[in-house]
């Protein structure tokens, strides 16, 4: 195996308000539940970053740019750093850091939105170190289709470009949704955003028709019900591990793209990323995410070890292996 390449990931930070419909292990109190808490550190770029560090033996260089007010404690910037997250592109301004408040529903799945507050994020303007704008692999989270368009073009010949989006940028910006497309690699959505995309109910049709659009490969995201990949050599299902403890889904499909280009980095280094090299990493982003999901906020990712994602690994292949 090659040595791990860089990964460049931009995206928010933020404090997420959270609600549950039962009590669940306090983010801030060991020992402690609640049904509510506040301040939960979040945002698409803490969960991508932490999960494509966690696990991963051959760690890849991890890069963020993001926003943040001076609200935002320092503490959780150095925990990044002591994971081995370089922080040297996230932006301090004065101000209060995005916020989010949300309430999930009884089945810890549909959640409804409360409150969002951009704040010092509504004039996020990503300009990458001159040191980043080299990296082998991009992450861009889910933000404004501009903002992502804008890193595009701030990076030198990245190996692999990994993008998210979601709804809102679907309905409201479908022109610059259209221009990001022919310019990436991989889009990773979720079974809803991947039918808005292109009209189409059937997923097999959709698929098609979004790798049409322009990316090579296809990621739809389905929640408890794992998750598809497409390219041009076919299609793979990667299942969701049966946890005792879903305490908090968010964050969890950000978790699972930070493993899979984790994995990814320490493959691009050999060359083309193949469908078998793909599938590989499906798999890992399905198991660190499944840590992201048992913990309140990212606090599963923390210390998350090589050997935990690896025994999680093999309870996916026991899940799917037909000679018992």
């Not at 320092?74 to 370089?86: C, E, F, I, K, S």
């Not at 959640?111 to 704008?133: G, I, K, M, S």
């Not at 019900?225 to 969701?240: C, T």
């Not at 906020?297 to 037909?322: F, K, M, N, T, W």
Request: charged share 25%; aromatic share 6%; with cysteine.
């Amino acid at each position: 195996m090659s040595t791990a390449q860089s990964i460049v990931i931009v995206g928010s930070m933020a404090f997420d308000d959270l609600a549950f419909p039962r009590p669940v292990p306090s983010p801030h109190e060991p020992g402690v539940e609640g049904t509510a808490f506040t301040d939960v550190v979040g945002g698409s770029a803490t969960y991508v970053s932490l999960a494509a560090v966690s696990g991963a033996a051959d760690r890849a260089d991890v890069r963020v740019v993001a926003i943040v007010g001076d609200d935002f404690p320092a503490a959780t910037l150095d925990r990044l750093r002591a994971r081995g997250v370089d922080t040297e592109g996230v932006e301090r301004v004065a101000g209060k850091t995005f916020r989010w408040s949300g309430r999930y529903h009884e089945d810890m799945v549909g959640r409804d939105t409360l409150d969002t507050q951009l704040n010092v994020f509504a004039d996020f303007n990503p300009q990458l170190p001159e040191n980043y704008r080299n990296s082998d692999l991009v992450m861009l989270g889910n933000i404004h289709p501009a903002l992502q368009l804008q890193v595009l073009d701030q990076v030198v010949t990245p190996k692999l470009v990994v993008a998210d989006t979601m709804n809102f940028w679907i309905e409201g910006e479908r022109e610059l949704v259209g221009q990001l497309l022919p310019r990436i690699d991989v889009l990773v959505i979720n079974d809803e955003e991947a039918r808005l995309l292109v009209g189409e109910h059937n997923l097999a049709r959709a698929a098609r028709a979004i790798l049409d659009l322009g990316p090579d490969r296809l990621i739809i995201k389905r929640g408890e019900y794992g998750s598809l990949y497409f390219d041009e050599e076919g299609v793979f299902s990667a299942p969701a591990l049966l946890l005792d403890a879903v305490n908090d889904p968010t964050g969890a499909g950000d978790a699972f793209a930070g493993g899979l280009i984790g994995y990814l980095a320490q493959h691009a280094g050999e060359g083309r990323i193949d469908h078998r090299i793909m599938r590989h990493a499906m798999v890992r982003g399905t198991a660190t995410a499944s840590f992201c999901v048992e913990a309140v906020g990212p606090s599963g990712l923390y210390g998350l070890a090589d050997e935990q994602v690896d025994a999680r690994i093999r309870q996916i292949h026991d899940l799917v292996r037909l000679d018992g």
